[in-house]
């Protein structure tokens, strides 16, 4: 695969992904569970959210070596 479609291809899923965690970890704080509730969820998601950028960086944006 080219590196420009390893780029839109990366950062569409991972964009996806973002927007869908980041939208649930607000659900859960603002609905029945609260922001305490929702807090280490919160804490979870953030963590799995930076490890999948830097999977991006790592396979996407980063040139192979050569």
Known sequence: ?????????GFIGTG????????????ISTGF???WGGLPFMVIAILILGLAIYDFWDECVRRPKK
Do not use: D, N, P
């Open 33 to 35: 569970a609260g922001f």
């Open 16 to 27: 996806l992904l973002v927007v869908f965690v980041l939208g649930l970890s607000k659900s």
């Open 1 to 9: 695969m080219s590196y420009m479609t390893r780029l839109i291809v």
